[in-house]
């Protein structure tokens, strides 16, 4: 396997420097929490190796919505980021057939591509309002597919999936004797339902997921697999062990005592997101230069600039990121038309928000010299 930085990494705020943007619309969380905040007693943490699994009662917390997953179903990792690493590298061989929706978060189409697998790419358009057909995606499926990869809610759209959808589609990846990794990084992030965990659905489905985007917390790198199925979990084990033993029992606790106040946390989180939604709604509906499809879930819309416009791309971006010291997502962040920019709307306060929404509108312009 190969390695190779990926301009979604490169570009980060955290690699560009927070001190050097004034308007933040590129992340894809909420708010990132303040330590002293959560008012946490640590004083009795003894900082040894934590169980390879990860810390039991944080494990039996993220199970406990669900009546067939247990916590033994759970593996703790470094952020969705490495549970998503280790599944891919688990799973594929060069030349496997796996099916990944896209656009993606780079990193599920990156590690099966470095992989050297054979990645059939589904295709989500801008003018199906992104949705995913399940029918179509299963039909990719063929003998030996090791598995199908989607994003639910997904990221960069936003776009959700009706529950009886998602089941349909774990019927057939049954059927068809595959696997189906949903990576659910956004789910209680949905504004009109929230979808199962994935996990509880069949012993063929993977979820994974993590602290980082709908708590504020990826400081702490909080991530985890789920899985019903002993021989996959085996297998995923054995790959964590390999990498890096076992979690930070820092984390670990932290994360715990975290979620222990999680209904407390959550209703204040979804409040805040309804809100700064609104916000983008109310721009999108005054700005006749972008067209978007509506997300259904996450802090995260991937707007376009109207393609009819003949913009000069490079010059408009230069202008935002430069003159304007404003970050979006740009569609090559997910080897993407660059017409499109993810518009992150869950991390900036609302005056840096509407701030940033009338920078694009204004770099618009002074590009077009409208
Ligand atoms: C859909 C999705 N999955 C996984 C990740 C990885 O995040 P983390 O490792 O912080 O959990 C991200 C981060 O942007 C994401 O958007």
Redesign the pocket.
């Given at each position: 396997m190969r390695y190779r930085r990926m301009p979604?990494e490169i570009e980060s705020p955290e690699q560009l420097g927070y001190n050097a943007i004034a308007c933040n619309l590129a992340e894809?969380?909420v708010t990132d929490v303040r330590f002293a905040d959560l008012n946490l007693d640590l004083s009795k943490l003894v900082l040894m190796y934590s169980d390879h699994y990860g810390k039991p009662e944080l494990r039996a917390l993220l199970t406990q919505e669900s009546n067939v997953l247990w916590p033994e179903h759970v593996l703790m990792t470094?952020?969705?980021?490495?549970?998503?690493f280790i599944i891919a590298t688990s799973l594929l061989q060069p030349g496997d057939h796996v099916v990944v929706v896209y656009p993606?978060?780079a990193?599920?189409i990156e590690t099966p591509r470095q992989i050297g697998a054979d990645i059939e790419l589904h295709t989500l358009s801008f003018e199906d309002g992104w949705a995913l057909d399940v029918d179509a995606l299963a039909a990719r499926i063929r003998p030996g597919t090791k598995y199908v990869s989607i994003?639910l809610p997904h990221?960069p759209t936003g776009m959700m999936l009706p529950e009886s959808d998602l089941r349909r589609l774990v019927h057939m990846i049954e059927q068809k004797n595959t696997l189906l990794l949903v990576?659910e990084?956004?789910r209680e992030m949905g504004y009109a339902s929230v979808l199962p965990l994935a996990a509880s659905l069949s012993d063929r489905v993977i979820g994974?997921?993590?602290?980082?985007?709908t708590y504020g917390l990826?400081g702490i790198?909080?991530?985890w697999l789920m899985t019903q199925n002993p021989a996959l979990m085996e297998l995923f084990l054995a790959a964590k062990e390999q990498i890096f033993i076992s979690g930070s029992v820092l984390d670990e606790e932290v994360a715990y005592q975290y979620l222990r106040e999680k209904p407390a946390h959550l209703a204040r989180i979804k409040a805040d997101i309804a809100r700064k939604f609104a916000l983008v709604r109310d721009w999108m509906a005054e700005e006749p230069l972008m067209q978007w499809a509506e997300p259904q879930g996450g802090v995260v819309c991937f707007p376009r600039i109207r393609p009819d416009l003949n913009i000069n791309l490079d010059a408009f971006y230069e202008q935002l990121n430069g003159h304007y010291k404003t970050q979006t997502g740009p569609g090559h962040w997910f080897e993407a038309d660059r017409h499109h920019m993810r518009v992150g709307f869950g991390w900036p306060g609302d005056e840096e928000m509407k701030a940033g929404l009338s920078n694009i509108s204004s770099a618009l312009r002074d590009v077009l010299g409208a």
């Open positions: 979604i894809s969380s470094v952020g969705a980021a490495a549970a998503l993606n978060y990193t599920n994003t990221n990576d990084t956004y994974v997921s993590s602290l980082s985007k990826p790198r909080m991530g």
